[in-house]
């Protein structure tokens, strides 16, 4: 495996791209999420792309226009599909072997490639979608839920309710809340995003972090049956706990391996 960066074209700016190359006629296409550079939080996609492309995959990660090394304007990811696209076929040229590409997004970044369309790619791994359409409204009942059996589970938690330490008029709302269903908006983000991956042909598989509030939330506006949601309980947004990467790892090779 070997690792080194290049430039591509998006729209008449420039883009910076790292590619860890291998054999495989199989690519992975990360596309970060929120404004995170292609490294990832922690250097997290980087570790993650050199896992993968030892496996015998190649893998190329990008910063988006206006994020990072690139050039342009930072759009956010409703305004991502064209990078995307730009990524794929530089992923693609770079890579003559590869046949078929995959890509991983976590976030935002699973919103955008859902808004694309799945954007061109033979196969999807969407983790933590982002549903969340104001940061000030209130939490959909599925992250209510979560915190409170949670908070069953903590002793100190317990001591503080029977000592009188906790408002029992904001528990008893938090509770209507949580037994609430999550009211569905007909033109929000879920649903264009439901909208938008509902044609894609490709296969596809949902990953949600059980102690993420995005990944709750997307769960609040899914149907829970659905076979291809996986949640791994422990993990955090970034999957960033060991056996959380382990997991998030052997998720992306079974998909990439089929």
């Known amino acids: 495996m ?5 430039t591509f074209a998006c729209e008449g700016n420039a883009l910076v791209a790292t590619l860890d190359s291998a054999p ?43 994020v990072g090394d690139s050039e342009g304007a930072n759009g956010g990811f409703r305004s991502s599909a064209a990078d995307i696209a ?30 694309a369309r799945g954007a061109g790619l033979d196969a999807l791994v969407l983790s933590n979608p982002w549903t ?23 002793p100190a938690a317990i001591r503080r309710l029977l000592t009188g330490q906790v408002s029992l008029a904001k528990l008893a709302r938090s509770l209507v809340s949580a037994i609430r269903p999550t009211p569905a908006s007909p033109d929000g983000l879920a649903a264009q995003i439901a909208s938008g991956i509902s044609g894609f042909a490709g296969e596809v598989r949902f990953l949600v972090a059980g102690r993420d509030r995005t990944g709750l939330a997307f769960l609040s506006h899914s149907d829970k049956a659905d076979p291809r949601i996986r949640i791994c309980a422990e993990a955090t947004h970034s999957f960033v706990e060991p056996e959380a990467q382990e997991w998030l790892t052997k998720q992306v090779l079974e998909l990439l391996r089929t």
């Not at 070997?2 to 290049?6: D, G, K, S, Y």
């Not at 530089?90 to 003559?96: A, G, Q, V």
């Open 2 to 6: 070997t690792r080194r960066h290049l």
């Open 24 to 66: 495989g006629r199989t690519g992975l296409l990360l596309v970060s999420g929120g404004n995170e550079v292609r490294a990832g939080a922690w250097n997290g996609q980087a570790m993650f792309a050199a896992r993968i492309a030892a496996q015998g995959f190649p893998v190329l990660r990008f910063d988006r226009r206006g």
């Open 86 to 115: 730009a990524a794929l076929a530089t992923l693609r040229k770079e890579c003559p072997q590869v046949d078929r590409v995959v890509a991983f997004g976590n976030c935002d970044a699973a919103s955008a490639l859902m808004l």
């Open 132 to 154: 969340i359409e104001d940061e000030a409204e209130a939490a959909p009942a599925e992250v209510v839920r979560d915190h409170y059996r949670r908070r069953l589970a903590d």
